[in-house]
T-cell receptor
């Protein structure tokens, strides 16, 4: 079973602060995705990373895939209240690309 | 509509009853997924269809759970003899192909099931 542990589980910060969310596993993934989910809605894809060591930027969000393709991080610069939500990493295994395994989730709350 | 549609949005039932949850994927998407999500947790994989066939049903918790997709479009998740532990939000997603590097999953808003 591929397990993706996210840390922290919950993060409450003020607008303008920086933060990093971690996604760790003992398994190797062929690719990893990050989703954001708001209450009452389904998750929405933010980014897909495929190559070990890959870094992708999406405005104030920076995503990194670990060199060994077992872990990933999401860094948000100058957080805004609109960043509030549940952040989920999700990995596709090398032999089970059809089965996307989601992480435990990080709930982010950004206040004024 | 343009997105994934799930019905009902809310379902309250009694322990032991039978429940059906429906998913209408994005037109043209061949892959369809069912996940289950408990409050504050990440979605848990249940089953994946490629076309009409269940390509991977390893996440179904037991034989009370069954899903079909007879014409390769709409899918129904069926739960027999519901138990209180089945209470969760059931999410459906569709994609053009395989998950992961091959593409993006588009999720519906989910069906919230409450078993009393």
């Amino acid at each position: 079973t591929q397990l993706l542990e996210q840390s922290p589980q919950f993060l409450s910060i003020q607008e303008g602060e920086n933060l990093t969310v971690y996604c760790n596993s003992s398994s190797v993934f062929s690719s990893l995705q990050w989703y954001r989910q708001e209450p009452g809605e389904g998750p929405v894809l933010l980014v897909t990373v495929v190559t070990g060591g890959e870094v992708k930027k999406l405005k104030r969000l920076t995503f990194q895939f670990g060199d060994a393709r077992k872990d990933s991080s999401l860094h948000i610069t100058a957080a805004q209240t609109g960043d509030t939500g549940l952040y989920l990493c999700a990995g596709a295994g090398a032999g089970t690309a059809s089965k996307l395994t989601f992480g435990t989730g990080t709930r982010l709350q950004v206040t004024l | 509509g343009a997105g994934v549609s799930q019905t009902p949005s809310n379902k309250v039932t009694e322990k032991g009853k039978y429940v059906e949850l429906r998913c209408d994927p994005i037109s043209g998407h061949t892959a369809l997924y069912w996940y289950r999500q408990s409050l504050g947790q990440g979605p848990e994989f249940l089953i994946y269809f490629q076309g009409t066939g269940a390509a991977d049903d390893s996440g179904l918790p037991n034989d009370r759970f069954f899903a079909v997709r007879p014409e390769g479009s709409v899918s129904t998740l069926k739960i027999q003899r519901t138990e209180r532990g089945d209470s969760a939000v059931y999410l459906c997603a569709s994609s053009l192909g395989l998950a992961g590097a091959a593409g993006e999953l588009f999720f519906g808003e989910g069906s919230r099931l409450t078993v009393l």
